[in-house]
């Protein structure tokens, strides 16, 4: 493969195979570079393998033993509904396989070199890439970094054992009879809630007023209310301190308003956010690579570092850690070393949690569009008023929409209840292309359906609903 220790010449290096990376090799094979891909874990990163997708698996699980058990409203009675997790289990592997696969192919079918090993800078034009085989040498003409990011480890509570990553948490054998999570933001609340309708008694840490606090507390209050449900308990304006574990169990240490408290359980979950992986042996202060106080990537409007061919995207640059956003800007550094005039130029960018019911959020809130000195009008349909939604006996949440008042476009949109993933796409589209209430309300949408309470809000906003009164 190599001839001594020469190095060999390629177009683009591209260091992590995840939602980022993966897309970025793809896009920049289609423009005709010769690239490689580096990854030291899997195809796929942390979102298909041990996030995103995983994740969603288990979820889809849970809501159908839920459904089994409360069919009744329908007329349905299933009796001795049981889970077999182990089979549980396999369905999630089998579809982090059918995905990483998936991507492997299209990686092999636009002819991009993957190499499983870590890789480490010898400067800025050259790297060697290594595992236990061999260590070859390259020698590129640019560079993407999209190395992700790892869960952020308390010292207080250090992983191992029963205190677990959200990586642990989802490779669990079995059910467990109780967990404590702390930090009821995106991965506490879904995996928390997920496991609590599996029969887990859980009890979530927060140390603010609220689970998912980046929505906004109408929204969440409705999640609340159905982990209640389910058993969860919720403590908020926590401090979470020490925990101590054994063989059998781990216990909790914690302060409310100064009070001290404790809580024992099975597990303890750790999820309180996320660290860019810009550190360790890849050698970016060998090169110089300007980072800033929280250890990101600087980078321009193209993706573009300090280092001009050397480009960053995903969780380790500044913005949101999202797969969907470290995939768009994946396609944007791509065409920018191809030559192309693309600028990451993203007006919104659409967040969702899949909690139950599930919550979506794009563009701006009520309070922020105020802040920013618009004149705003909003309001919100609630699914109660929509056929489709009471069909399928989902009547909880609303749609909310944000409009300029001075012209009506629209601003922002939040969405709680029942495919709230799925609804959030039209209003990004929306915002993006500059639509107004108008634009939204004429268009015809499918009945039944639930794409219509978007039209529904819409008319709400401009002051003529038909399903609610005025």
Do not use: W
């Not at 990483?100 to 800025?124: A, P, R, Y």
């Not at 639509?435 to 978007?454: F, K, M, N, Q, S």
């Amino acid at each position: 493969m190599v001839v001594g220790d020469a190095s060999l010449d390629i177009d683009t290096l591209i260091i992590g195979a995840g939602p980022g990376g993966y897309v970025a090799a793809i896009r920049a094979a289609q423009l005709g570079q010769k690239v490689i891909i580096v990854d030291k874990s899997e195809v796929g990163g942390v979102c298909l393998n041990r996030g995103c997708i995983p994740s969603k698996a288990l979820i889809a699980a849970a809501h159908q033993y839920e459904s089994a058990q409360h069919g009744v409203v329908f007329g349905v009675t299933a009796e001795n509904v049981k889970v077999d997790f182990a089979k549980t289990q396999e369905f999630k592997n089998s579809v982090v396989k059918r995905m990483t696969s998936g991507v492997s192919s299209l990686l092999k079918g636009n002819k991009i070199e993957v190499f499983n090993g870590e890789c480490m800078f010898i400067s800025d034009t050259e790297a060697r890439v290594f595992n236990e085989h061999e260590s070859p040498r390259y020698r590129f003409k640019n560079c993407i970094i999209a190395t992700g990011s790892r869960p952020i480890e308390l010292k207080p509570f250090p992983f191992g054992g029963r205190i677990l990553s959200s990586t642990e948490a989802l490779e669990l054998p079995e059910i467990p009879k109780s967990m404590i999570v702390i930090g009821g933001g995106y991965i506490g609340a879904e995996l928390g809630q997920m496991y609590s309708k599996f029969g887990t008694k859980v009890t979530i840490i927060e140390g603010l007023d609220t689970v998912l606090p980046g929505f906004d507390k109408d929204m969440t209050r409705l999640v609340a209310k159905n982990m209640a449900k389910t058993g969860i308990e919720i403590v908020t304006n926590a401090k979470a301190e020490s925990a101590v574990q054994n063989d059998k169990e781990v216990t909790v240490k914690y302060s409310v308003g100064g009070e001290a408290k404790e809580v024992t359980a099975e597990y303890l979950l750790v999820t309180v956010g996320r660290r860019p992986n810009t550190d360790g042996e890849l050698g970016l202060d060998l090169i110089g690579l300007e980072l800033d106080e929280r250890g990101l990537i600087k980078v321009d409007h193209q993706g573009r570092t300090s280092i001009p061919h050397i480009y960053a995207i995903g969780d380790i640059v500044p913005g949101l850690a999202l797969a969907h956003k470290a995939s768009y800007e994946g396609k944007i550094a791509a065409e920018a070393i191809s030559g192309h005039k693309s600028v990451v130029d993203y007006k919104v960018i659409p967040a969702v949690v899949f909690t139950d019911p599930e919550c979506s959020s794009v563009g701006l809130t009520e309070k922020e569009a105020k802040d920013k000195g618009f004149k705003v009008k909003s309001g919100k349909f609630p699914f109660a008023g929509n056929g489709r939604a009471v069909s399928l006996n989902a009547p909880d949440g609303f749609i909310r929409l944000v409009a300029n008042e001075e012209n009506n476009l629209v601003l922002g949109a939040q969405i709680v209840g029942i495919e709230a993933s799925n609804l959030i796409a039209e209003l990004g589209l929306a915002i993006e292309m500059g639509a107004t209430l108008e634009d939204i309300a004429l268009t015809i949408h499918a009945h039944p359906t639930l794409g219509e309470i978007v039209m529904e809000a819409a008319e709400l906003v401009e002051g003529h609903p038909i399903h609610v009164m005025k």
